[in-house]
């Protein structure tokens, strides 16, 4: 079965600091990999999509990679705001299982001002 | 805007009550939808696939008596916990994938979910 494993599981940063988060995942037979935020008692918001045969996906100050062979993705988050505080989850498809994703424990990200 | 409605977005209510969930696909028609549950500070784990015109298919230690799925439409399927008891107060979210971009290509899009209480 597919484990999703998240580290580090909270960040705490100033504001303006550049960070990456960081996914690792045990089967590299994927779909593709989804990066989600979720803010407190909130549903997700989508961030990201890379589909397996790409390697990294970019939108505004987000950037994400993903190298399926070493079972490994990467969220790179520039000039971190206040706004960015939240936990950010990331979700593999498996193939061959069917259509649901399994998620990773997040990470809980706070920029402080 | 919105891809995935769900309500309601918070229940409160008795042990022992049965209560619904619905989970609506607004831009498609989704013939397959996923129902997760969420405990304080953990993550997501998926629960059942729900399938429409069909039964749907629970994950391991999921018992099906007391999550009833319904998925009687393309764009609804309603989750009802039944007898509900203090330990099932939880955040529960469902979600969709959009047909036809092949399954590479498929994000997957979320309700704002549901937060049950049980006292």
């Known amino acids: 079965k597919q484990e999703v494993t998240q580290i580090p599981a909270a960040l705490s940063v100033p504001e303006g600091e550049n960070l990456v988060l960081n996914c690792s995942f045990t089967?590299?037979?994927?779909?593709?990999l989804q990066w989600f935020r979720q803010d407190p008692g909130k549903g997700l918001t989508s961030l990201l999509l890379?589909?397996?045969?790409?390697r990294e996906q970019t939108s505004g100050r987000l950037n994400a990679s993903l190298d399926k062979s070493s079972g490994r993705s990467t969220l790179y988050i520039a000039a971190s705001q206040p706004g960015d505080s939240a936990t950010y989850l990331c979700?593999?498809?498996?193939?061959?299982?069917?259509?649901?994703?399994?998620f990773g424990t997040g990470t809980s990200l706070t920029v402080i001002p | 805007g919105a891809v995935v409605s769900q309500h309601p977005s918070w229940v409160i209510c008795k042990s022992g009550t049965s209560v619904k969930i619905e989970c609506r696909s607004l831009?498609?028609?989704?013939?397959?939808m996923f129902w997760y549950r969420q405990f304080p500070k953990q993550s997501l784990m998926l629960m059942a696939t729900s399938n429409e015109g069909s039964k749907a298919t629970y994950e391991q230690g999921v018992e099906k008596d007391k999550f009833l799925i319904n998925h009687a439409s393309l764009t609804l399927s309603t989750l009802t916990v039944t007898s509900a008891h203090p330990e099932d107060s939880s955040f529960y979210i469902c979600?969709?994938?959009?047909?036809?971009?092949?399954?590479?290509?498929?994000?997957?899009?979320f309700g704002d979910g549901t937060r049950l209480s049980i006292l």
């Open positions: 979600s969709v994938s959009p047909p036809g971009q092949g399954l590479s290509g498929q994000p997957q899009h």
């Open positions: 890379i589909q397996s045969s790409q």
């Open positions: 089967d590299s037979a994927i779909y593709n």
């Open positions: 831009d498609f028609q989704a013939t397959t």
């Open positions: 979700a593999v498809r498996p193939r061959g299982t069917g259509n649901q994703f399994y």
